[in-house]
């Protein structure tokens, strides 16, 4: 198989000009996201042009040191993202999500490398790209399903309080909430996952067929990252939630929204 071809900054910088049809059609469309697009659209370049840099130099220079520094930054990032979304849960919810995605995302993570790939957790061309998918989407996962839970106990306040003054204990008024807003986070993940391979070839394959890897090989990796991904966005969400609603009532089973 032919090995992938290198852009030169003319080619790379074409891809540039499909903005300006995205840009056209939200102007046709009266969309007032034109600010929002090309900002995101600089940043997003900003950004990765400052990771390949760096990622270049860790590939050059492997030492554990710098995978474990790599890999905490982005693990604080991805918390950061999360708690900056959701600045009124209390402290030891964003404490119980903070873990919880630290935990998740490192322990699949490991298994991952270690056990399926066979490979050091210190390789940096194993780790950190693997690291990206699945910690990136356990950040999705559990944003999306404290924004669910959150929706939900502010919509249904009232019947809260209602069932509340019945006697109901609060484990069992916000059990329900937790488990939907689990069901919801989970989701796009399953549906991403039962969509491959015949609506939509993922990235990861998609990349590594271009590189050259044989598509039987490829096709094993993804399968495999798709589980690990699943799983730590699984076992993110569960845990930030299970634990989280707890600091949400006190001893006299009063619920402190």
Request: glycine fraction near 6%.
């Amino acid at each position: 198989m032919q090995g992938i071809v290198k852009l030169n900054i003319l080619q790379f910088s074409l891809i540039y000009i499909l903005l300006i049809v995205v840009l056209a059609l939200m102007k046709k469309s009266k969309i007032s996201q034109t600010h929002l697009l090309i900002t995101a659209s600089i940043r997003m370049t900003v950004q990765l042009i400052l990771a390949g840099l760096i990622l270049t130099y860790i590939f050059e220079n492997a030492h554990p040191v710098l995978v474990i520094i790599y890999i905490i930054a982005m693990i604080a990032f991805s918390i950061r993202r999360v708690l900056s979304k959701n600045k009124d849960i209390n402290r030891d919810f964003k404490i119980a999500v903070a873990l919880s995605l630290t935990f998740s995302g490192t322990v699949v993570l490991v298994y991952f490398i270690s056990i399926v790939v066979g490979e050091s957790v210190f390789n940096p061309q194993y780790t950190i790209p693997i690291a990206g998918m699945i910690i990136g989407n356990s950040m999705t996962g559990v944003s999306l399903a404290l924004k669910t839970f959150n929706e939900s106990l502010k919509s249904q306040r009232q019947k809260i309080d209602a069932l509340l003054n019945l006697g109901a204990t609060p484990k069992k008024i916000l059990l329900p909430y937790v488990n939907s807003a689990i069901e919801t986070a989970l989701l796009p993940t399953l549906n991403s996952m039962l969509g491959m391979g015949i609506v939509s070839l993922p990235g990861m394959m998609t990349g590594q067929i271009l590189s050259g890897t044989l598509p039987t090989t490829a096709i094993m990796y993804q399968i495999a990252i798709m589980i690990a991904i699943c799983t730590s966005v699984c076992l993110t969400v569960f845990c930030s939630l299970n634990f989280g609603y707890k600091t949400l009532y006190n001893k006299r089973n009063q619920i402190t929204y």
